[in-house]
């Protein structure tokens, strides 16, 4: 299994809200990583997981909030978002985050924020 | 810091001809990963070839192909006998060894295969 899941597909919620977004992948993998993109961009990362130690890109506001319950499971908790916030999630895992590994990435989740 | 430059913004092509993507990279390290992926209007990022800066062969998958210049910085991509399904955006992207698996990611190459 190569797959790395994310839920949901679509999420629409108001600035008020709060919801969080999943990802799980059952490759054994012990790095996962949360990317953010806007429409015609790159991805830029977010949160890095690797051992269960969690990376931080400092840029990103407080309003985010990842957590991961265990080696499988990643989640992004989201509150008191702004509609800048709008865009595609994308969630990747890699055998290990010390040494080179190919990413595998999810789907996405497309959020929309009013 | 390591960046990556992918020239093209926009490129379009025949259906069955051979198209190249350019990219280019700045960086003062020796041991490097350099890829390309794939997004189609279907959002997932595809792996579609990746080259380990040590190896001087250039790395093939299929009807993708790199141009891997290491001295010139230059990561190319051609995809031969281009069919409907490439149409996506390309990213070229850089890892660096000692990066962990931390991704640079170029901006993007959106490709239109015509038929």
């Known amino acids: 299994d190569t797959e790395v899941t994310q839920t949901p597909k679509h999420l629409v919620m108001g600035m008020t809200n709060k919801k969080s977004l999943k990802c799980e992948q059952h490759m054994g993998h012990r790095a996962m990583y949360w990317y953010k993109q806007k429409a015609k961009k790159p991805p830029e990362l977010m949160f890095v997981y690797s051992y269960e130690k969690l990376s931080i890109n400092e840029s990103v506001p407080s309003r985010f909030s990842p957590e991961c319950p265990n080696s499988s499971l990643l989640n992004l908790h989201l509150h008191a978002l702004q509609p800048e916030d709008s865009a595609l999630y994308l969630c990747?895992?890699?055998?290990?985050?010390?040494?080179?590994?190919?990413?595998?990435f999810g789907p996405g989740t497309r959020l929309t924020v009013l | 810091a390591q960046t990556v430059t992918q020239s093209q913004p926009e490129m379009s092509v025949q259906e069955a001809e051979t198209v190249t993507l350019s990219c280019t990279y700045d960086t003062s390290e020796s041991n490097y990963y350099l890829f390309w992926y794939k997004q189609p209007p279907s959002r997932q990022m595809i792996l579609v070839i990746r080259q380990e800066a040590y190896k001087q062969q250039n790395a093939t998958e299929n009807r993708f192909s790199v141009n891997f210049q290491k001295a010139a910085k230059s990561f190319s991509l051609k995809i031969s006998d281009s069919q409907l399904g490439d149409t996506a955006m390309y990213f070229c992207a850089f890892m660096e060894e000692t990066s962990g698996s931390r991704l640079t990611f170029g901006e993007g190459t959106q490709l239109t295969v015509n038929p």
């Open positions: 990747a895992s890699s055998q290990s985050g010390s040494t080179y590994n190919e990413q595998f």
